[in-house]
Protein backbone atom coordinates (compact mmCIF):
# COMPACT_ATOMS: atom_id res chain seq x y z
CA UNK A 1 0.00 0.00 0.00
CA UNK A 2 3.25 2.08 0.56
CA UNK A 3 3.90 2.13 -3.19
CA UNK A 4 0.19 2.94 -3.86
CA UNK A 5 0.60 5.96 -1.55
CA UNK A 6 3.99 6.92 -3.24
CA UNK A 7 2.69 6.77 -6.87
CA UNK A 8 -0.29 8.85 -6.46
CA UNK A 9 1.55 11.46 -4.21
CA UNK A 10 3.85 11.60 -7.18
CA UNK A 11 1.17 11.99 -9.80
CA UNK A 12 -1.10 14.09 -7.77
CA UNK A 13 1.42 16.42 -5.62
CA UNK A 14 2.43 18.78 -8.80
CA UNK A 15 -1.22 19.00 -10.16
CA UNK A 16 -1.73 20.25 -6.61
CA UNK A 17 0.85 22.92 -6.09
CA UNK A 18 0.40 24.32 -9.37
CA UNK A 19 -3.20 25.14 -8.62
CA UNK A 20 -1.44 27.43 -5.36
CA UNK A 21 -2.47 24.56 -2.65
CA UNK A 22 -0.79 22.35 -0.49
CA UNK A 23 -1.47 18.30 -0.65
CA UNK A 24 -2.34 17.94 3.29
CA UNK A 25 -2.37 13.96 2.63
CA UNK A 26 -3.79 10.97 0.76
CA UNK A 27 -6.21 7.99 1.95
CA UNK A 28 -7.02 5.11 -0.12
CA UNK A 29 -9.13 2.48 0.86
CA UNK A 30 -9.74 -0.48 -1.53
CA UNK A 31 -13.06 -1.95 -1.16
CA UNK A 32 -14.10 -3.18 -4.29
CA UNK A 33 -16.83 -1.20 -5.94
CA UNK A 34 -17.29 1.04 -2.61
CA UNK A 35 -13.07 1.88 -2.66
CA UNK A 36 -12.43 5.71 -2.00
CA UNK A 37 -9.52 8.16 -2.76
CA UNK A 38 -10.06 10.86 -0.80
CA UNK A 39 -7.38 13.95 -0.91
CA UNK A 40 -6.90 16.41 1.52
CA UNK A 41 -5.78 19.86 0.82
CA UNK A 42 -4.99 22.76 2.60
CA UNK A 43 -4.20 26.70 1.98
CA UNK A 44 -0.74 28.50 1.86
CA UNK A 45 -2.50 30.80 3.47
CA UNK A 46 -2.96 30.59 6.97
CA UNK A 47 -5.57 33.33 7.50
CA UNK A 48 -7.33 31.52 4.57
CA UNK A 49 -9.42 28.14 4.88
CA UNK A 50 -10.63 25.71 2.02
CA UNK A 51 -13.69 26.32 0.60
CA UNK A 52 -16.13 23.60 -1.61
CA UNK A 53 -15.15 25.86 -4.89
CA UNK A 54 -11.04 25.05 -4.05
CA UNK A 55 -12.23 21.43 -3.67
CA UNK A 56 -13.91 21.68 -6.85
CA UNK A 57 -11.26 23.17 -9.28
CA UNK A 58 -8.69 20.33 -7.22
CA UNK A 59 -10.98 17.47 -7.92
CA UNK A 60 -11.06 18.77 -11.75
CA UNK A 61 -7.38 18.76 -12.43
CA UNK A 62 -6.77 15.39 -10.02
CA UNK A 63 -9.47 13.44 -12.00
CA UNK A 64 -7.85 14.03 -15.22
CA UNK A 65 -4.81 13.42 -14.48
CA UNK A 66 -5.45 10.30 -12.70
CA UNK A 67 -8.00 9.03 -16.05
CA UNK A 68 -4.73 9.73 -17.98
CA UNK A 69 -2.15 7.88 -15.60
CA UNK A 70 -4.75 5.03 -14.79
CA UNK A 71 -2.69 4.25 -11.33
CA UNK A 72 -5.90 2.41 -9.45
CA UNK A 73 -7.43 0.40 -12.08
CA UNK A 74 -10.32 -0.81 -9.82
CA UNK A 75 -13.52 1.15 -9.48
CA UNK A 76 -13.34 4.02 -6.84
CA UNK A 77 -14.95 7.30 -6.10
CA UNK A 78 -13.16 10.36 -5.77
CA UNK A 79 -12.92 12.70 -2.83
CA UNK A 80 -11.33 16.33 -2.06
CA UNK A 81 -11.11 17.77 1.25
CA UNK A 82 -10.21 20.23 3.73
CA UNK A 83 -8.08 18.20 6.48
CA UNK A 84 -10.86 20.24 9.15
CA UNK A 85 -9.91 21.62 12.62
CA UNK A 86 -9.80 17.64 13.25
CA UNK A 87 -7.20 16.89 10.76
CA UNK A 88 -5.12 13.36 10.21
CA UNK A 89 -1.57 13.70 10.53
CA UNK A 90 0.42 11.95 7.92
CA UNK A 91 3.63 12.83 7.80
CA UNK A 92 6.70 13.76 10.02
CA UNK A 93 6.81 17.27 9.02
CA UNK A 94 2.98 17.61 10.44
CA UNK A 95 3.68 16.01 13.41
CA UNK A 96 6.65 18.99 13.90
CA UNK A 97 4.52 21.68 13.20
CA UNK A 98 1.67 20.32 15.31
CA UNK A 99 3.51 19.64 18.65
CA UNK A 100 1.86 20.50 21.55
CA UNK A 101 -1.98 19.20 19.79
CA UNK A 102 -3.69 16.93 21.74
CA UNK A 103 -4.23 13.74 19.31
CA UNK A 104 -5.93 10.44 18.86
CA UNK A 105 -3.40 7.81 17.55
CA UNK A 106 -3.90 4.46 16.28
CA UNK A 107 -1.54 1.98 15.71
CA UNK A 108 -0.99 -1.09 13.05
CA UNK A 109 -0.34 -3.08 15.76
CA UNK A 110 -0.35 -3.21 19.57
CA UNK A 111 2.28 -1.35 21.62
CA UNK A 112 2.45 -1.63 25.42
CA UNK A 113 -0.10 -3.82 24.93
CA UNK A 114 -2.32 -0.88 23.61
CA UNK A 115 -3.25 0.23 20.09
CA UNK A 116 -5.21 3.44 20.89
CA UNK A 117 -3.79 6.49 22.53
CA UNK A 118 -4.39 9.88 23.73
CA UNK A 119 -1.66 12.75 24.05
CA UNK A 120 -0.04 14.98 23.51
CA UNK A 121 2.68 15.73 20.45
CA UNK A 122 5.94 16.64 21.46
CA UNK A 123 8.09 15.90 18.49
CA UNK A 124 9.87 14.00 16.21
CA UNK A 125 13.03 11.91 16.98
CA UNK A 126 13.94 9.78 13.58
CA UNK A 127 11.42 8.36 11.73
CA UNK A 128 9.68 8.30 15.70
CA UNK A 129 6.49 10.53 16.80
CA UNK A 130 6.87 11.61 20.23
CA UNK A 131 3.95 11.55 22.14
CA UNK A 132 3.18 12.46 25.80
CA UNK A 133 0.71 9.75 27.43
CA UNK A 134 -0.10 10.18 31.08
CA UNK A 135 3.40 12.14 31.86
CA UNK A 136 5.14 9.17 30.07
CA UNK A 137 6.77 9.91 26.46
CA UNK A 138 5.84 7.09 23.74
CA UNK A 139 8.29 6.90 20.53
CA UNK A 140 5.70 5.63 18.10
CA UNK A 141 7.09 4.81 15.05
CA UNK A 142 5.63 6.65 11.87
CA UNK A 143 5.24 3.50 10.29
CA UNK A 144 3.38 1.54 12.63
CA UNK A 145 0.54 4.70 13.18
CA UNK A 146 -2.04 3.71 10.81
CA UNK A 147 -3.85 6.92 12.42
CA UNK A 148 -3.36 10.20 14.11
CA UNK A 149 -6.12 12.63 14.33
CA UNK A 150 -5.90 16.53 16.11
CA UNK A 151 -8.09 16.38 18.59
CA UNK A 152 -10.12 20.60 18.26
CA UNK A 153 -9.64 23.01 21.00
CA UNK A 154 -12.04 25.61 20.77
CA UNK A 155 -10.41 28.22 23.90
Same mark, same amino acid.
Given at each position: ??? /?? !?? $??? $?? *??? @?? !?? &? ?11 ? /?? !? ?12 ? &? @? ?8 ? *??? !????? #? ?8 ? $? ?12 ? $???? #???? &? ?6 ? *? ?13 ? &? ?20 ? @? ?6 ? *???
Amino acid at each position: MAG /KQ !SQ $LEA $LI *RPV @IE !SL &GYQLWGIEFKSQG /KN !SMLRIYIDTLEKDK &G @IQLEDCEVVS *RQI !SGVLD #VEDPITEEYT $LEVSSPGVDRQLFS $LEQY #VAWA &GAEVNVRL *RIPFEGRRRYKGIVK &GVEDQDVVLIVDDHELLLPIES @IDKAQVIP *RFD
